[in-house]
């Protein structure tokens, strides 16, 4: 979002909430976009992680994103696919009950 954007948003909510503080209007507005973000699933995000061959069963992979958020549901894993032609490889079973961190292979899925 711009600055402009931003700014015109405030002024928004300044002339319509008269008596509340900038500090007070910001909390609001994180609050609505963090549940609207949360309820609605509109924002995606796809992250590559390793998984070596030789790990166990249930073995636990920590992933991060590069935007600050927190990775609260799992929408699927997908292998690399075997040509670049190809957008995602075979889906694999994974599970995360825990936010950023993946449990592969799932024996549930």
Known sequence: MAAVDITRLMNSARSR????????LQLE?????????KGSNVWCEDIDF????QDPANT??????DTPSLI???????EVP???????GQQ???AMQIPGEI?????EF
């Open 82 to 88: 075997p040509s670049s032609t190809i957008g995602r």
């Open 72 to 78: 609260d549901k799992l929408a699927w894993v997908f």
């Open 103 to 107: 449990t592969w292979p799932c024996s």
């Open 17 to 24: 909430l008269t008596g509340a503080t900038d500090d007070a």
């Open 29 to 37: 507005l994180f609050n609505v976009m963090d549940d609207f973000f």
């Open 50 to 53: 390793t998984v070596p061959g």
């Open 92 to 94: 694999i079973g994974a």
């Open 60 to 65: 636990v992979y920590f992933v991060t994103s």
